[in-house]
């Protein structure tokens, strides 16, 4: 069974017939080359698929894209300025060596600002806290650490 | 002139890509007409297979086709090969089973390749392949190592009895039992290397094309290598001319050995595109990466090492039993002999060493190299036997390590490798210092008030990296040369594109080896691109693994350098009218001895280009070199760790507390990325020591096969590392670098396992140290 899904993504309204057991995930990636948003996993744990739904950072693997009708949706490509400038929190992740191979760094951007606006100051152990649901075999997450630090203290000084 | 670029931090060219959503991994490619595969893979460990019936999936809708191994048979598809020949004990060669692509009558583990099948989207391709039936015969399943090699074990393969693929062994023997006949202390330990199961977070992925009017393939892979991916597959499996393959591995989101290997995935889309004559994707979902990727370590291990009465070491024995898992993967059987037992010196003048390695096959994944590869197994070995031989001989931990260490270079060491140069007492000076070992005692008591435990652990490990000579490697066994090539192409207004046989997946090649380019030709790093993973575009590689991409990729990209500024010499002596031994050159400046007269690199690579007034009799046009490196000797990172951790005895949770790492990575082109490196391979030794551990139950199924059942860690299992570097540069290499990307995995487990054991007061307990193993391990000490 096919079901038509409306919903705006990235400031734009995206609308579609899809099977009903699309993934949000799915729709993103296929219908939208919206390729920026990563599968990592099957089990809801990598959170390399971290979207904004509502403001709020969600799994979109673990959801299915017709729960986001109506929704407003901002996905890793969403998030520089339409000049092409980054983000404080991209700019905070390039600033500090927060990202290698670059596959866990969509989800890890997008829950940082979700997390930055409710502590703009936050300390190590609140971060490390928060990333419980995004994994990244890379780093060590140090340098994410360090990355979300300095981007939430910037997203606060309105830069 | 532009500020040096070697050993500044530079933010990373790649990164904006990445941060943005724009960089390109294999699912993300989509081509025209594309269809979808899904595996039918093996449910059981061991299983003849009877027969297999595709009527019922062939008519789900938008199914294409479905291929078995007959079909392969038929198409005389061969299996995949292995890249390294070891010669037993006996002077016999190991023996190499045949490894099909997809099953020939019989399965030999969970996750093993049945079918393939192929559907107009993802969707159908799956539900369809639930339909294919597989009528399986279930047979006895052995997962142990230790166990299949002993009599009365089921039987993998007719050509290997007693699962045995080889007993190999390296040292002489009979100075290593003299000298243990006379030591004053020996110290013993048994123990498992504990399996690992990578977990790159990008799964594997690969989509065949073939285009019949050009009669070629272009696979696109989540691969390290893509010119040695595609040297075996065309050469070894399809029986394909290579210039009628194209493998492109674009971004790839991590490896860590995982994705060098030839895998059936990658062989059967490739041929499968071509009988359907459609592109055909398949992506590995995370449950099919924890069945099928290759996994890594799994050693048991008997080591002892003879001391004199003031802990000189006098002699080691090893004695280990490597799990190859079902079948030999590419590099699978180099893993627990060339990369392991030649380790197994360490920083130590150990006079006489003997190591004996039987490999065997079990009914599970294929075990394979995996960051590190042999070198963290052998490091442990080493660290966790120096480590307790302290304790046992009431010497300092740090002490006994001095009493040994290697002072004089080069040095041969009996395990034949010679390493050119090194400073460990440097290391581990610093590292205790930085470690503030020195206020132990007192951070100990603090825990003991709270009813803690403390402990503190040591590893110096040393590594062989840059691999590797190829007249070396080849006399070792390897089926392929071990070299690396690099082209630098100067455009007529000055900028370069530099192509690189190195593969980056995490590493930052992009970024680095620009700064060497920029750097040696005085230019903005922004005049610099570097072109990576894709054969049609570089002219060969061997890429990137056992931290060789600066080593030898790095080094072939400066010996292409070496040409350009040659030419760029005999140019500019002739646009300066002087003599060409006159003309010297400093960072994209040409400049006459003795005069003010110069000549900008651009203005030489324009003339170059646009040769008018050019000295045509004696050189051709352009400015365009590449080069071929290979090494003389491989290369010797080395450095010290010191890890502290309190352990609850209530729970058994173990918190490392303290880190220190100090390494000596020689010349360091960008700490920032070197520092990235580190802090990723200790979190994987961290969670090789802590929480990662692959089960197989005794029938064969994988019992850690996600996320949820195997811990790879998370932001709050680490703490904050200290990280610091001392240089004693390679003394063979022109950039004097010796590579970086393995260090931390290969010494963090014994550092932690040290630690924890010292917490504890126990003499060993088993990897990972989760809260259930401490507790269990205190409460065996209570017992005791």
Known sequence: MSVKISMKVNGKPASAEVEERTLLVSFIREQLRLTGTHVGCDTAQCGACTVSMNGKAVKSCSMLAMQAEGADIMTIEGVAKADGTLHPMQAAFKEHHGLQCGFCTPGMVMNAIDFAKSHPDPSEQEIRDALEGNLCRCTGYHNIVKSIAAGARAMAAGK | ?784
């Open chain 2, 1 to 784: 002139m532009n500020a040096p670029l070697i050993g500044a931090r530079i933010q990373r060219k790649e990164d904006y890509r990445f941060l943005t959503g724009a960089g390109q991994y294999t699912d993300d490619v989509t081509l025209p007409r594309q269809s979808y595969a899904a595996f039918v893979r093996s449910p059981h460990a061991h299983a003849k297979i009877k027969s297999i019936r595709k009527d019922k999936a062939l008519k789900a809708p938008g199914v294409l086709a479905v291929f078995t191994g007959e079909d392969l048979a038929a198409a005389k598809v061969g299996g995949l090969p292995c890249g390294w020949l070891i010669t037993d004990v006996n002077g016999q060669p190991m023996k190499e089973p045949p490894h099909p692509c997809l099953a020939q009558g019989k399965a030999r583990y969970v996750g093993d390749h049945v079918a393939i099948l192929i559907a107009e989207t993802l969707n159908q391709a799956r539900d369809a392949a639930e339909l294919v039936e597989v009528d399986y015969e279930v047979l006895p399943a052995v997962v142990d190592g230790l166990k299949a090699k002993a009599k009365g074990a089921p039987q993998l393969h007719d050509i290997a009895p007693d699962n045995t693929c080889y007993v190999w062994a390296l040292g002489d023997k009979a100075a290593v039992d003299a000298a243990f006949a006379k030591a004053a202390h020996v110290t013993k330990l048994e123990f498992i290397n504990n399996r690992l199961i990578p977990n790159a977070i990008e799964p594997r992925a690969a989509i065949g094309q073939y285009s019949r009017s050009e009669d070629s393939y272009t696979l696109y892979v989540a691969n390290q290598n893509p010119h040695v991916e595609r040297l075996l597959m065309t050469a070894f499996v399809l029986g394909l001319p290579e210039h009628k393959v194209r493998v492109v591995a674009g971004d790839v989101g991590g490896g860590f050995g995982s994705k060098i290997y030839l895998y059936a995935e990658d062989v059967v889309v490739t041929w499968a595109a071509k009988q359907i004559n459609r592109p055909v994707k398949w992506t590995a979902d995370r449950s099919e990466s924890y069945l099928s990727d290759a996994h890594g370590r799994d050693h048991h291990t008997l080591a002892e090492l003879a001391m004199d009465k003031d802990g000189k070491f006098l002699a080691l024995r090893v004695k280990t039993t490597a799990n190859m898992g079902a079948y030999l993967s590419t590099f699978a059987s180099a893993i627990p002999t060339i990369l392991y037992a030649t380790l197994l010196a360490g920083q130590y003048t150990t006079p006489v060493i003997h190591v004996e390695v039987t490999s065997v096959f079990t009914n599970t994944a294929p075990v394979d190299a995996y960051r590190g590869a042999g070198r963290p197994e052998a490091t442990y070995v080493v660290e966790r036997l120096v480590e307790t031989a302290a304790r046992e001989m009431k010497i300092d931990a740090a002490e006994i390590r001095r009493k040994n260490f290697i002072r004089n270079f080069p040095y041969q060491t009996p395990v034949a490798l010679l390493y050119d140069t090194g400073n460990y007492d440097a290391t581990l000076d610093a590292a205790t210092k930085m470690a503030d070992v020195a206020g132990f005692a007192s951070r100990k008591r603090a825990s003991e008030a709270k009813g803690k435990l403390r402990g503190l652990g040591y590893a110096c490990y040393i590594e062989a990296c840059g691999i590797a000579p190829s007249a070396v490697a080849g006399s070792l066994g390897a089926r392929a040369g071990l070299f690396e090539a690099g082209e630098v192409r100067v455009h007529p207004t000055g900028s370069v594109t530099v192509f690189t046989g190195s593969h980056s997946h995490g590493q930052g090649h992009e970024t680095t080896f620009a700064q060497v380019v920029a750097d040696r030709l005085g230019m903005p790093i922004e005049n610099v691109d570097i072109v990576h993973g894709d054969t049609s575009k570089i002219l060969f590689g061997m890429g990137t693994y056992g931290s060789r991409s600066i080593a030898v990729g790095g080094t072939a990209i400066v010996k292409a350098l070496d040409k350009i500024v040659a030419k760029g010499k005999k140019i500019a002596a002739h646009l300066l009218e002087a003599a060409e031994s006159d003309v010297e050159y400093d960072r994209g400046v040409y400049t006459v001895k003795g005069t003010d007269k110069k000549k900008m690199f651009g203005e030489v690579a324009f003339a170059a280009y646009v040769p008018h007034n050019y000295p045509h009799d004696k050189l051709e046009p352009g400015l365009n070199e590449n080069a071929f490196y290979d090494p003389s000797n491989f290369t010797f990172p080395a450095g010290s760790y010191v890890c502290e951790v309190e352990v609850d005895p209530e729970t058994g949770k173990v918190k490392v507390e303290r880190w220190t790492a100090v390494d000596d990575f020689g010349k360091i082109i960008n700490p920032m990325i070197v520092e990235g490196q580190v802090h990723g391979g200790l979190t994987q030794g961290i969670g090789q020591a802590l929480t990662e551990g692959c089960q197989y139950d005794s029938s064969g199924q994988l019992v850690t096969g996600s996320f949820m059942d195997y811990c790879i860690p998370r932001a709050d299992d680490v703490p904050n590392f200290q990280v610091d570097t001392r240089e004693t540069p390679c003394t063979h290499n022109p950039l004097g670098v010796k590579g970086c990307g393995e260090a931390g995995a290969i010494g963090a487990p014994a550092a932690l396992m040290n630690a924890i054991t010292d917490a504890l007061g126990v003499k060993d307990m088993p990897m990972p140290a989760t809260p259930q193993a401490v507790w269990q391990a205190l409460k065996n000490k209570k017992a005791a």
